[in-house]
């Protein structure tokens, strides 16, 4: 799991618009697709440089560029020019370890929010940094890393689904972000199995690594948690912004992802009390199998003190010890003590301590 | 208990209006039901196909479909053609794992809650999404399962109840609500009740299975509450919506509906300090039962102790011990170790350990 | 105490202006009082129907009925009869078990909130419902008992005190509700004293008992908690409402009931931390006495277990023992022995163990 | 310190009119003092009746009346008499119980608040209220005992400062606040002081009185905080509440005190956080000693126990134990000892148990 | 670190335009360095008096004047005087103590917050009081310190970087804030990575240091955290001013700021949780351990009980025991107490003791 914070000292003071990338380079060369479609036509390629979306843009048609990797500083320059963006803006979209957030710019917005996905393989959950600038008719998605996250939505523009095909760039943003947050679901739905399967073992089996398997859940859970909270405090505020390109009709989708955003939210802190719970069970169950253990010592021990005392006196060397020359000695003192060892186990069944 | 949260991988990315039930099929067949009726006409018949219902629609009456099951994706399909619904509605009825919400569309709106049943035989709390949609003139819900939890208020229409005859779809609509709601209290009642019941037991005998119920209870009530919350924000936001539906003679019944699910929320609320407060005495107590047992241990062995020394001391085989040839040795050695016993429970007892 | 929340199965369902009373009958017959006032003339009585009072209606002075005893639907559909009210009213009346609320009707509004009081001699507080119906002339009081806690107004209004005998009905409810907080006030503050007498008892000795006097007064407050913030939303709502009951003169009033009943609940607050501090020194003095006295089992088993060992050493019946042959063997061991006894003294206080 | 809450039942239902002094009297008499100042002229006087001030009012200048002691209603009444006030004004002044409160009067305003000073002697914080009521010309301060708080603004006044001279009674209002906010801050900067030098102590020395004095801590700042917030809101309100006599011009003043009582409030939260944070260091301190204590326990018994018991074997009596005769068995016995004993201090080694 | 609240008895009632220096003097002399620029000219000196800032002033250009060091009053009243401020401003200036803020007045904005920096060498955090007075042309920065952390700014003023060129004092506020917050951020960045780093140790070597860790992170993120947090409502109340000297053409930049420090709020309050769950796991693991400890404590004790106890009964000395003179007792005895020993490990398997 990547680190939550990272600042570096050389950053500070840096110009807001000082193109500089400062994540990782997670892949080898900046990768360039595009889309472009309306309710009839569809074109879709890789470009090789920027500047071939010319032959794209200015048509009444909504064009997707969708960026993977950022460390090219040269290709991102290009397109603030071709796009005539401010420098101020694609500098954003390269920090990286910003906080979820959407700005208002004057010809363009810029939406920046974690994308999580889950690794099959390793069950591992990656994070990545997704930004979407949005104008009247172009849309431009950057990610940190070649990814088919969005392979649906291209299919359902392939296949010619009407509400996609006819939704501006706002609905098609509406579309990336609706995976976005699905992905966090189903993040959020694994790991809430695991947590749920984890309550079973918890009671037949209440062993050491429990404890680090619930907090091992738990710092996921923390982490995801402060990866959704800000993502949704950014898709409440995208309704409210009053956005010149996010127009009346896609409200109800929105809506419906603050809905969601809020379902995924609302199952973290859910799962959260599990966890709590859980390590209350832990500790319990510990603490009472302990309390088992003390009681059965003292039991144990509390017969035999008294019964080795016994046997002790009569062990000592003294010349005049009356009751050593007596016959039955031996034998009363094994009645005394198995009267004496009775006595305590009914005195320890009253007091109920086994 | 069902699973809190569910989201699997191939619905990330789907369209969001195509028509996919992702619930489990509770029921064999879809059921259709309907009830027509003003302040003095009544009918009432089950449907075999969703076209019957044309008999019934665009008279001046209000006209309540009743939907149980929603596996059947073509019957679906037809209510919406039937209704001239957005597909993205019906999308939204079969979407049962989505969190309560109430969205406005073009021609009608939906709301959507869990609806909470007691089974009275096992003892177990089922949970079902119910949706209402709602035009002037039809309200249509749809359950996942057959239920007879709206019979009171068809009962209410067929005895010609004043209010629920002279209403319109909106104190239908709040009829409905009210008995969700009105459900929400009775379990958090009945879970009310076996909370307060333990706390009785859990003084007089706190044995280890009163772990397990405390959080069995908090775990059902954690559950609980994650439901009765977002349904109060929702039922809180109908008010607010100033949708075209909901009219403002029916205000008086939505503040009421608001104050109830306020109060199931404050129930939820309460008996979640009470559990934690149990676990408290729980811990109480055992930890005070740990401390008995080990005082205990602690004074038996104590005095034990500096006995079985002396004897021990007796017990060795020097040849030049003056003590064990004196004549009272033996005698003396009792009377000390008497007297050592007696000093050792006065000092206990001053220093309070029994 | 009574039980936070009831519900039965049988309530689902059921029309809101049904007339049924719930809650348990508490007084044999209902009893209807009634005082008509302005600022010079003043008439009391008790009534013996509810159609007496025609005779006090309709005039321009004050009219306050105050019926104890809710059970009689018949007398409760007659005042509905007499004061043209809505059954709806009357049926929130009967419903003793809902959250406070402030509810507007067309010709009227209903004020209802838990009224405490303490019995002074079982210490009990007894908890019931009151509900006020407000319009231009004419208020009513419920009460589920015969009481005689709004007695100091009726004297007030007797003594002919100038500020409620000028003002209208808000004034009196206000003088109503006054009564009710500071019974909040004094039954939260006869708790305060107890809980801060509990304080010093608890570091001069704390047995078992404390623990379950801090758990009943913590259930208490917790109850207490639950009665008085509703309360507090619904006063704070009184006048934001805009009623038409309730004029501008009144503010001040309802202003200061505002600033008291928070001053009920913050003090609930205070008190809860101080129950929080109490366990945590509880459980501090109980731990720190266990530590002591398995510091003091150590000390001394450490101190024995190697004398006894030596002891036995030389209780062997080995015939080549070489010391025991040896005069002074026996001293030389005692020797021995005291040295090892204060090395181990001097071993623990360098530990700090005693 | 004074208990938080005190209510008598006899308070319950007074007219709010009523001027009865519910405190203690902390004052023989009570004394007026009088400054009247504008920014050329100053007189100060003490006052022996309330008329005597009639001197001064209807000037064109600033009054300030300073009234400590509250117990004398008469001279409460005649001040209401002489000022015009309403005697609902009055009744608020004499009840010290109730919580910070601005409370606008039609000719007047109303600010109670808790004032603490500190006892430097014995270290003891006093809590006094203090109320003022103000009008267009004229600021009249009640105080419970004689103090010297306000001397520094006195001395403000005298020395002809300019802003003060220059003020109005909002001036002066805020003056006065001021020197409240500043001795909340004094009185929790000195508690913050012990507290920050307890942490050292606690690493040190953690003895059982330091769980007592974070206690005392605790809940001398529990009380401080439930004196500070309701102030703040108290503060806040003022400057929202629109009033007639407190000018746009002293705004940037007010928004110092909203300022620095906030900081006031921020400084308890903190060191709030500080005190639990000790707590938990002194629980892992005396636990972890605890684990130190057993830990010794252990090792030692668990060496010393097999040696005994050989010891014991050799005790016994038998007629033929074959080891017995055998001339090295008692060296070889030592041997044998000496082995386990450096095994068992190996395996203890190994499970890292010292 | 510093202290959190510091407040002497003398500055109880002050006149708040007094100019009184309350912190340390960390500096000998104050030092004045300016920097006046507009897009074309530069020009940058450190000033001997204040009075020399007048060739620079009333300059169709953003004047930018640094104060290190806050001492030296008579320096501060002549600022006040060439700038025609409020002595008011100037008094806020000097109270280093007071919470951040942001205040507007007549003729200029006043704006104070923290300003942390990391001493690399020591690792610890130095906490320095900045505060801005913004006018239409001139700002005014006043550091207690003389510190190069506004080094960065100056450079790119040198630079020619276009956009700091163009901008007014607002944008220039913007990058000294900017620069506050990146160092906030960078702080809690590198007690972040501190933080996570400890988690890995503390799993493999829970030592008792790990506690004093853990609490000392702790503390100093709850320094950190009453640092940023009014810090972040300072800067979001900034945008909400509505202030004369703040244009809409940085609306931008601060929507930024406020992004940074929430996200710097929101990883104070992540690493929090992390500690807290630290914390847990190493009691845990600790109790883990002593649970381990009693345990074979436990095995071991009982097993050899009954053995040394059997050895005792047949050291007695009485003068008939049968079992003594039969020639294979002794060998029997051992074949009994092996036996015994396994029984008991069994028994002990069966309870999962070991």
Known sequence: MARFLK????????????????????????????????????????????????????????????????????????????????????????????????IEYDNCDLITLKMLSLDEATGKTHVENLSIILTENVLISFQENRGDVFEPVRERIRKQKKRIRNGGTDYLTFALLDIVVDNYLYVISVLGEKIETLEENLLLNPSEKV??????????????????????????????????????????????????????????????????????????????????????????????????????????????VPELSFKYSYFIMWIVMIIIAIGMLLFFKRKKWF
């Open 7 to 102: 600042k570096s000292k050389q950053e500070i003071g840096r110009s807001p618009d000082e193109l500089i990338f400062k994540g990782d380079q997670k892949i080898d060369q900046v990768q360039l697709r595009i889309i472009d479609f309306d309710s009839t036509n569809l074109s879709e390629d890789a470009l090789k440089t920027v500047s071939d979306i010319v032959a794209f843009q200015h048509k009444n048609t909504v064009t997707w560029l969708n960026v993977d990797g950022l460390h090219n500083t040269a290709v991102m320059l290009e397109i603030t020019k071709v796009f005539d963006l401010d420098t101020l803006v694609m500098a954003e979209v390269l920090n990286t370890d910003a906080r979820p957030r959407m």
């Open 211 to 320: 404890i680090y398997q619930i907090n091992d859940y738990k710092r996921e859970l923390n982490f995801l948690r402060k990866i959704v909270k800000p993502a949704k405090e950014m898709i409440f505020s995208i309704t409210k912004a009053d956005s010149d390109f996010i127009t009346e009709s896609t409200d109800v989708h929105f809506k419906e992802l603050q809905d969601n955003i809020s379902h995924a939210n609302d199952a973290a802190d859910y799962y959260r009390e599990i966890l709590s719970d859980q390590l209350n069970i832990y500790h319990t169950t510990i603490s009472s199998k302990l309390n088992d253990i003390i009681k059965f010592l003292t039991v144990f021990s509390v017969i035999f003190i008294p019964l080795t005392f016994i046997a002790g006196i009569y062990g000592t060397n003294f010349e005049y």
